[in-house]
């Protein structure tokens, strides 16, 4: 319930410390997880802060050391643990605390399964996907580094990327690798790097330890930070063997450091050498095609009608003057047969003719409406008729008609 007051009618101090401790008794005994930070122990009491490692929050925890030390060597600062407590408010002084009861630290089954069940989350939202994988730039102007001081991840990465590339430009941003404070500043490494408009790949290294050392890697705010990147990141934690969720939303991952350096950085030399090949292999297919097209020319020029021009010309007048006599040897041959043909039609037609006949003595008798006479009967005392001859005609009138026979 909220409290009425006014400018005019305020309330202590005291009274709303009271109010606060009164609200905050409610909760009871509670179970909280975190991460162990500034352990320290005074007489029979000890006292840490409890951080949340996903979260910028934390806080003091106080109990007695026999809690602390039932819960065995593995409560240690960087340790995870659950703690059962009691929330405090010390009205006198204004102060929240958690009163420790009881303290279990996290064992690796339990956190290998909270991974996993990470991993099933991120999986879910499609972080891991190949698709959204950057491809790294070829010869990238400059790399931001993220690794430990004077660690030998830096000394890797940085030797063996000038190494193989001695222009190649470096920015490193040296954070802790480990323990509570790990997550928050390569967080802020990354954002810092992100937000350089020179920076074209992002290499988080460090190299190998066991998988408590390593669990700044798989923490959750650093992965979707690491996704929501504006840079393509390379994950190279650890060795071969190690496996960060890190690994998994990064958009390349390198076995160690100096692979990382392979895969970020080419080697000059190599390039050297990628170049002569190519070259060599250009000019043998320009020597290969100019070759070709220089055989070709030859076998062109080596042709009869190029090697010699008049002797195709000659060869083609040759053939025109044999077709020219073959068809002037058919027309001829034609015209005879012809010629031929129509003599004899022509003979046929004289021997068939009537005037042929005129001229052996025959006459044609016709009468005056052009009838032919073929009977002597057929004609009358005084009927005209006209006589046919060979040499001309002749007009006649019947005086008498003799039967046939007479």
């Not at 430990?148 to 890797?156: I, Q, T, V």
């Not at 001695?166 to 690798?177: I, L, Q």
């Not at 050392?213 to 979707?224: G, H, N």
């Not at 002569?276 to 292999?281: F, G, H, S, V, Y």
Request: charged share 25%.
């Amino acid at each position: 319930m909220a409290m009425d007051t006014s400018a005019e009618s305020p309330v202590p101090v005291r009274t709303v410390l009271q109010a606060v401790g009164g609200w905050i008794g409610k909760l009871g005994r509670i179970w909280v997880e975190g991460q162990i930070t500034d352990l320290n122990a005074r007489g029979g009491t000890c006292y840490l802060t409890l951080r949340d490692p996903v979260a910028n929050m934390s806080v003091r925890v106080v109990g007695p050391r026999a809690v602390f030390e039932a819960a065995g060597p593995a409560v240690t600062d960087g340790a995870r643990v659950v703690v059962h407590a009691k929330p405090d408010f010390w009205i006198n002084r204004g102060t929240f605390s958690l009163s420790a009861l009881e303290v279990r630290p996290v064992g690796v089954g339990e956190l290998l399964a909270r991974l996993e069940r990470l991993k099933q989350v991120l999986a879910a939202e499609g972080l891991f996907r190949p698709e959204r994988k950057r491809q790294l730039p070829f010869l990238p102007g400059k790399v931001g580094l993220i690794t430990g001081r004077d660690s030998d991840a830096e000394h890797d990465v940085l030797q063996n990327g000038r190494r193989r590339w001695p222009a190649v430009a470096f920015r490193v941003e040296n954070t802790a690798v480990q323990g509570s404070y790990a997550v928050g500043e390569v967080m802020e490494a990354l954002r810092r790097l992100d937000a350089d408009p020179e920076i074209e790949v992002i290499v988080i290294a460090r190299g190998g330890g066991s998988m408590e050392d390593l669990l700044p890697f798989s923490d959750e705010a650093l992965v979707r930070a690491v996704a929501a990147a504006r840079t393509p990141v390379v994950s190279a934690i650890g060795h071969e063997q190690d496996g960060p969720i890190l690994d998994l939303v990064a958009d390349v991952r390198a076995s160690t450091p100096t692979d990382a350096a392979k895969k970020v950085v080419p080697d000059v030399r190599e390039q050297l050498q990628l170049v002569r090949q190519l070259r060599d292999r250009g000019r043998r297919c320009l020597a290969g095609g100019i070759e070709r097209e220089r055989a070709w020319l030859q076998a062109v020029r080596s042709r009869p009608a190029l090697a010699d021009p008049v002797r195709e010309i000659e060869r083609q007048s040759e053939l025109v003057l044999a077709l020219r006599d073959r068809a002037r040897r058919a027309l001829s041959g034609s015209l005879d047969r012809a010629g031929d043909e129509l003599s004899h039609t022509r003979a046929r037609l004289l021997a068939l003719s009537p005037a042929a006949t005129l001229e052996r003595g025959y006459a044609i008798v016709q009468r005056e409406d052009g009838t032919v006479v073929r009977d002597a009967a057929g004609t009358g005392k005084g009927d005209r008729l006209l006589v046919r001859l060979a040499g001309g005609r002749l007009t006649v009138t019947v005086d008498d008609t003799a039967p046939p026979g007479s």
